[in-house]
């Protein structure tokens, strides 16, 4: 198990960037029968940056290291040295992320004002993005005067956020580790977990990872959790989905596995410089009651569920395509 959780500083001291950002391009609308025909490739953009060298692991830390302005270096053993490659190490590479889709900048900002409102926490507050992944959403509420740390697994990812919020003026404390292995204790005022990067591992793991939430809260603090809703998928599967991604046109396979109700996804990426990658992943997904009853077993009093940022306390049941909950700790 990787047990490493390495600051990297907006400032860009990088003191290590949606299942995570969502590792689904889209949950399709009615792709059942035969995919269309690939859409042309766009002009490659530029590559993001490499990784930096990897920095010194720390140990315990008190919130004061966490405010925005903080730099806490800390060394970790890369990835992959210390247990099998799985799913996500190869998902979140830099070839990989190109297929993951970035939202508009509106929809960026109606997110935001979402995960605002549901966390109803002062200016100043410390909020933690887990699974930031590059970072766009911790630099969009970082700008709306919140003290933010994002936290993933993949240094790729974290290397294109840090490089974000430098461009854009923001101080934030990224921190690389594994969230099963997060220890935060009563730190943060609130928590923001989007774009499907919850109910990656067994039953067992991701109730870990519930608990692992509600420990880093402060009493009173609120979560704010964002995965797919399985009445929702379940209609659309098996289907074949075509996208275009940064340089490259991307097909997703996709059923879903009843038994361990998993959405289950064979990727394939055929990037602009002639070569074909392929990735399987696959996601537990949740049932409104099956969510809901997790989160309250954990200890969490769960408040509030919508089926899309546009409607807040709004659940339609199979067609509403997300189940996002809002939770306190009391």
Same mark, same amino acid.
């Given at each position: 198990?990787?047990?490493?959780?390495?600051?990297?500083?907006?400032?860009?001291?990088?003191?290590?960037?949606?299942?995570?950002?969502?590792?689904?391009?889209?949950?399709?609308?009615?792709?059942?029968?035969?995919?269309?025909?690939?859409?042309?490739?766009?002009?490659?953009?530029?590559?993001?940056?490499?990784?930096?060298?990897?920095?010194?692991?720390?140990?315990?830390?008190?919130?004061?290291?966490?405010?925005?302005?903080?730099?806490?270096?800390?060394?970790?053993?890369?990835?992959?040295?210390?247990?099998?490659?799985?799913?996500?190490?190869?998902?979140?590479?830099?070839?990989? #992320?190109?297929?993951?889709? =970035? !939202?508009?900048?509106? &929809? $960026?900002?109606?997110?935001?004002?979402?995960?605002? +409102?549901?966390? %109803?926490?002062?200016?100043?507050?410390?909020?933690?993005?887990?699974?930031?992944?590059?970072?766009?959403?911790?630099?969009?509420?970082?700008?709306?005067?919140? #003290?933010?740390?994002?936290? =993933? !697994?993949?240094?790729? &990812? $974290?290397?294109?956020?840090?490089?974000?919020?430098? +461009?854009?003026? %923001?101080?934030?404390?990224?921190?690389?580790?594994?969230?099963?292995?997060?220890?935060?204790?009563?730190?943060?005022?609130?928590?923001?977990?989007?774009?499907?990067?919850?109910?990656?591992?067994?039953?067992?793991?991701?109730?870990?990872?519930?608990?692992?939430?509600?420990?880093?809260?402060?009493?009173?603090?609120?979560?704010?959790?964002?995965?797919?809703?399985?009445?929702?998928?379940?209609?659309?599967?098996?289907?074949?989905?075509?996208?275009?991604?940064?340089?490259?046109?991307?097909?997703?396979?996709?059923?879903?596995?009843?038994?361990?109700?998993?959405?289950?996804?064979?990727?394939?990426?055929?990037?602009?410089?002639?070569?074909?990658?392929?990735?399987?992943?696959?996601?537990?997904?949740?049932?409104?009651?099956?969510?809901?009853?997790?989160?309250?077993?954990?200890?969490?009093?769960?408040?509030?569920?919508?089926?899309?940022?546009?409607?807040?306390?709004?659940?339609?049941?199979?067609?509403?395509?997300?189940?996002?909950?809002?939770?306190?700790?009391?």
């Amino acid at each position: 198990e990787l047990d490493s959780d390495v600051a990297i500083d907006a400032d860009v001291e990088i003191e290590s960037d949606e299942a995570v950002t969502m590792p689904m391009a889209a949950v399709p609308a009615s792709t059942k029968s035969k995919a269309p025909k690939p859409p042309p490739t766009k002009k490659r953009k530029k590559s993001p940056p490499q990784p930096p060298p990897a920095p010194e692991r720390t140990g315990g830390r008190d919130a004061a290291e966490f405010k925005p302005n903080a730099s806490t270096p800390a060394k970790v053993d890369p990835l992959g040295t210390k247990r099998h490659r799985l799913w996500w190490d190869e998902l979140f590479t830099d070839e990989f #992320g190109r297929a993951i889709p =970035d !939202l508009t900048p509106p &929809q $960026l900002k109606k997110e935001a004002t979402f995960i605002e +409102e549901s966390l %109803a926490v002062s200016p100043g507050a410390l909020v933690l993005d887990l699974a930031c992944g590059t970072g766009r959403l911790s630099v969009e509420m970082s700008s709306r005067g919140y #003290g933010i740390v994002g936290y =993933d !697994l993949s240094v790729a &990812q $974290l290397a294109i956020a840090g490089e974000l919020a430098q +461009e854009k003026g %923001a101080k934030i404390n990224f921190l690389q580790g594994d969230m099963r292995e997060m220890a935060f204790e009563e730190m943060f005022d609130g928590i923001f977990c989007w774009n499907s990067s919850f109910g990656y591992f067994e039953e067992d793991k991701n109730i870990a990872v519930a608990e692992r939430m509600f420990k880093a809260l402060r009493s009173g603090g609120r979560l704010v959790l964002d995965v797919p809703n399985r009445d929702f998928v379940v209609e659309q599967q098996p289907s074949q989905c075509w996208f275009e991604g940064d340089g490259c046109v991307c097909m997703d396979d996709m059923s879903v596995d009843f038994i361990t109700s998993r959405l289950v996804v064979k990727r394939t990426v055929m990037l602009d410089d002639g070569r074909n990658m392929e990735c399987n992943y696959s996601i537990r997904l949740y049932g409104l009651h099956e969510l809901g009853r997790l989160f309250h077993d954990v200890g969490f009093r769960v408040t509030q569920f919508s089926g899309q940022p546009a409607m807040p306390g709004v659940f339609m049941g199979s067609t509403s395509p997300r189940i996002l909950l809002l939770a306190t700790k009391p």
